[in-house]
């Protein structure tokens, strides 16, 4: 969040067109730690079909942008190399996940940088709904109440939604903004970008910025009106009882969108500012202390967030997005094994293979049955590889690759990977072996496949060998489970 207070004399917009319907059912998160708070019966339906976004998943990310800091000057400071790295970690999992992503340089901003725009491809483009939240932070700290807090819950609202690929009825639009810290300058940029026309496409912001607060609150942004009702609606069914987000006004990303009159709300647990007597009372925490007693300090690491205040955000962010966003038709999981003779028993089909690769020859045994995969173990130059298309179901909660492998060298190093195996999904890696690795029996390895979701993709295993000493790299029981 920046510093310094911004004037907001702006009317409030109505969210036209986008309407919110109470059932009777109570959305599901954590209990409160402090206090026992009662649910009202006041939550959508479309509570029942959001996700549950893993607090685990949102905070391994944190953990991600702590180390990047860590490795780049101790901060994520806009135009710094911390910036860039954190950038190009969001931007890689967003198109590994099968988003529109691009990148937007701000000349205008205090450090010239990247805006990073990541759009799903579904519902119509002149109905969008946008989710942002500033991806640097200040010199003096890694940032990661401020503001990797509200960068991964989106990061990870993000993967789970295309994870899940359901029917769209408004277009998602994602946004991580540079050089909020000194003057709120690549939200205003992007803005200024838009033409009238684009700006009018847009129905909606939300911003999160400090959204993990330790002795945190439950703010909203303009709190009472049509915008913020989903927000609000999620949180009321945990009995939260949000208040108005009076600290942050002018002070994130959101200002420039409503100068623009663009309608806004969004999330945050609070920054400097003092929590009162009342506030400790039905939320917990210390009254008379700040929100973050961190804010802006070199002690803003992983150890400055709430686990229990950043899973609310993140299953209200959710919320927010299938409410406003997604359609009935969400498709439904056919599940199942999607590698076919994962085995090997039934011969090649429907692999592709380099001759030989696919044997029953005794040379090495097979984990299960008689077949099994022996790519390379010739002991000299060499090129192998297997492969198979694969289609992976929308829909399901799950994707799980899974194989049994077995390395055998008669390499002598500890220090040199003169053999490899890769293995890709797509066009991307998810791993490299190499006679470094060599075991006596068969190791299973496992990998969340996720961000393939609906997408026919070529699973693909390469090895090759140098010129003496062999390596063999055996492969068997081959399964791509989707639930």
Same mark, same amino acid.
């Given at each position: 969040?920046?510093?310094?207070?911004?004037?907001?004399?702006?009317?409030?917009?109505?969210?036209?067109?986008?309407?919110?319907?109470?059932?009777?059912?109570?959305?599901?998160?954590?209990?409160?730690?402090?206090?026992?708070?009662?649910?009202?019966?006041?939550?959508?339906?479309?509570?029942?079909?959001?996700?549950?976004?893993?607090?685990?998943?949102?905070?391994?990310?944190?953990?991600?942008?702590?180390?990047?800091?860590?490795?780049?000057?101790?901060?994520?400071?806009?135009?710094?190399?911390?910036?860039?790295?954190?950038?190009?970690?969001?931007?890689?999992?967003?198109?590994?996940?099968?988003?529109?992503?691009?990148?937007?340089?701000?000349?205008?901003?205090?450090?010239?940088?990247?805006?990073?725009?990541?759009?799903?491809?579904?519902?119509?483009? /002149?109905?969008?709904?946008?989710?942002?939240?500033?991806?640097?932070?200040?010199?003096?700290?890694?940032?990661?109440?401020?503001?990797?807090?509200?960068?991964?819950?989106?990061?990870?609202?993000?993967?789970?939604?295309?994870?899940?690929?359901?029917?769209?009825?408004?277009?998602?639009?994602?946004?991580?903004?540079?050089?909020?810290?000194?003057?709120?300058?690549?939200?205003?940029?992007?803005?200024?970008?838009?033409?009238?026309?684009?700006?009018?496409?847009?129905?909606?912001?939300?911003?999160?910025?400090?959204?993990?607060?330790?002795?945190?609150?439950?703010?909203?942004?303009?709190? +009472?009106?049509?915008?913020?009702?989903?927000?609000?609606?999620?949180?009321?069914?945990?009995?939260?009882?949000?208040?108005?987000?009076?600290?942050?006004?002018?002070?994130?990303?959101?200002?420039?969108?409503?100068?623009?009159?663009?309608?806004?709300?969004?999330?945050?647990?609070?920054?400097?500012?003092?929590?009162?007597?009342?506030?400790?009372?039905?939320?917990?925490?210390?009254?008379?202390?700040?929100? /973050?007693?961190?804010?802006?300090?070199?002690?803003?690491?992983?150890?400055?967030?709430?686990?229990?205040?950043?899973?609310?955000?993140?299953?209200?962010?959710?919320?927010?997005?299938?409410?406003?966003?997604?359609?009935?038709?969400?498709?439904?999981?056919?599940?199942?094994?999607?590698?076919?003779?994962?085995?090997?028993?039934?011969?090649?089909?429907?692999?592709?293979?380099?001759?030989?690769?696919?044997?029953?020859?005794?040379?090495?045994?097979?984990? +299960?049955?008689?077949?099994?995969?022996?790519?390379?173990?010739?002991?000299?130059?060499?090129?192998?590889?297997?492969?198979?298309?694969?289609?992976?179901?929308?829909?399901?909660?799950?994707?799980?690759?899974?194989?049994?492998?077995?390395? /055998?060298?008669?390499?002598?190093?500890?220090?040199?990977?003169? /053999?490899?195996?890769?293995?890709?999904?797509?066009?991307? +890696?998810?791993?490299?072996?190499?006679?470094?690795?060599?075991?006596?029996?068969?190791?299973?390895?496992?990998?969340?496949?996720?961000?393939?979701?609906?997408?026919?993709?070529?699973?693909?295993?390469?090895?090759?060998?140098?010129?003496?000493?062999?390596?063999?790299?055996?492969?068997?029981?081959? +399964?791509?489970?989707?639930?």
């Amino acid at each position: 969040m920046r510093g310094r207070t911004l004037s907001a004399g702006v009317a409030l917009a109505v969210f036209a067109g986008m309407t919110v319907t109470l059932a009777t059912q109570p959305a599901t998160a954590s209990p409160p730690t402090a206090t026992t708070l009662t649910r009202p019966i006041a939550a959508s339906a479309a509570a029942l079909a959001a996700p549950d976004i893993s607090v685990t998943n949102v905070q391994a990310h944190l953990t991600q942008f702590n180390a990047i800091a860590t490795s780049n000057g101790g901060n994520r400071r806009a135009g710094s190399a911390g910036y860039t790295a954190s950038l190009s970690y969001v931007k890689t999992r967003l198109q590994s996940a099968g988003y529109t992503v691009s990148e937007q340089y701000c000349s205008s901003c205090r450090y010239p940088s990247n805006n990073l725009i990541a759009e799903w491809p579904g519902g119509p483009a /002149d109905q969008v709904v946008m989710f942002g939240a500033h991806l640097d932070g200040v010199s003096a700290g890694p940032g990661i109440n401020d503001n990797a807090t509200g960068s991964s819950t989106l990061l990870e609202n993000a993967l789970v939604l295309a994870a899940q690929n359901p029917t769209m009825t408004k277009r998602v639009r994602f946004a991580w903004w540079t050089d909020e810290e000194q003057g709120l300058n690549g939200s205003r940029f992007y803005v200024n970008s838009l033409s009238a026309t684009q700006r009018g496409y847009i129905k909606g912001y939300y911003n999160f910025d400090m959204v993990g607060s330790v002795n945190g609150g439950y703010f909203i942004n303009r709190v +009472t009106s049509s915008t913020a009702a989903p927000l609000k609606a999620y949180w009321d069914s945990l009995g939260l009882q949000p208040e108005e987000n009076v600290e942050g006004q002018g002070r994130s990303d959101d200002y420039y969108f409503q100068q623009a009159g663009i309608p806004t709300s969004g999330y945050a647990a609070g920054a400097s500012a003092r929590k009162t007597s009342s506030q400790a009372a039905k939320w917990g925490g210390t009254a008379n202390s700040a929100y /973050d007693p961190c804010y802006h300090r070199s002690c803003d690491t992983t150890a400055n967030v709430s686990a229990t205040v950043l899973n609310r955000a993140a299953d209200g962010v959710a919320y927010a997005l299938w409410q406003l966003a997604v359609g009935g038709g969400t498709p439904t999981c056919t599940g199942g094994q999607v590698v076919g003779n994962g085995g090997f028993e039934s011969g090649s089909t429907p692999w592709t293979a380099s001759s030989g690769v696919i044997t029953n020859a005794s040379g090495q045994p097979a984990r +299960t049955g008689s077949y099994k995969a022996w790519l390379n173990g010739n002991g000299g130059t060499s090129t192998e590889s297997l492969s198979q298309s694969v289609t992976l179901p929308a829909g399901c909660a799950t994707y799980t690759l899974s194989f049994w492998l077995h390395i /055998d060298t008669a390499e002598t190093t500890s220090s040199t990977a003169y /053999d490899r195996l890769t293995v890709q999904v797509g066009s991307t +890696t998810l791993a490299t072996y190499s006679n470094l690795n060599a075991a006596s029996g068969y190791v299973q390895r496992s990998f969340n496949v996720a961000g393939f979701a609906g997408q026919t993709v070529t699973l693909r295993f390469a090895g090759t060998e140098d010129s003496s000493l062999q390596t063999s790299f055996v492969v068997d029981d081959v +399964t791509l489970q989707a639930s």
